[in-house]
């Protein structure tokens, strides 16, 4: 599975280059993020509710065009790997008008308790981790 975000670069999110900052790619992945989970069928609200946490451990980016002042975007998100400890999500950002890719990164989280201590997802949330590996397709078996 794999969902698109759409977003418009807005004028705050640009350099005085009038090219968009780096940091904010790093907010359109959890943007996409955020949407792939909705569209396995749970939030990161009910997670969270649950008392699983699921802390950002790694984040890569790389730029490959750069997005200006009111392009267009879309950012696709899909499942790299599932394990019982943590998700890999990849992202592409892509300039809708143009098709052009301009930057492509990955974000690995773990899931924990509220004290940051690693737990195993699918003991802790069984039915929201079998969601999640049923939508997003495969499974690196941890």
């Known amino acids: 599975m794999k969902t ?3 977003l418009t ?4 999110e640009t350099d005085q280059m009038g090219i968009v900052h780096h940091s904010n790619y790093a907010i359109w992945f959890e ?4 949407d792939f989970l909705k569209n396995t069928g749970v939030s990161y609200a009910e997670v969270e509710a649950r ?3 699921m802390p950002l451990y790694e984040l890569t980016c ?3 065009s750069p ?16 394990s019982r400890v943590r998700i890999i999500l990849s992202y592409e950002v892509v300039n809708r008008k143009t098709n052009t890719l301009l930057a492509a990164g ?3 989280q773990a899931f924990t ?7 195993n997802a699918e003991r802790a949330i069984p039915e929201i981790y079998a969601m999640i590996k049923a939508n997003g397709g495969n499974s690196d078996g941890n």
């Open 4 to 6: 698109q975000t759409q």
């Open 9 to 12: 670069v807005r004028y705050a």
């Open 31 to 34: 943007a996409g993020r955020t």
């Open 62 to 64: 790389r730029y490959i």
């Open 67 to 82: 997005a200006k002042y009111e392009d267009e975007i879309t950012v696709i998100t899909r499942l790299k790997a599932l």
């Open 113 to 119: 308790d509220r004290a940051l201590k690693p737990l």
């Open 51 to 53: 008392g699983v946490m």
């Open 106 to 108: 990955e974000t690995a």
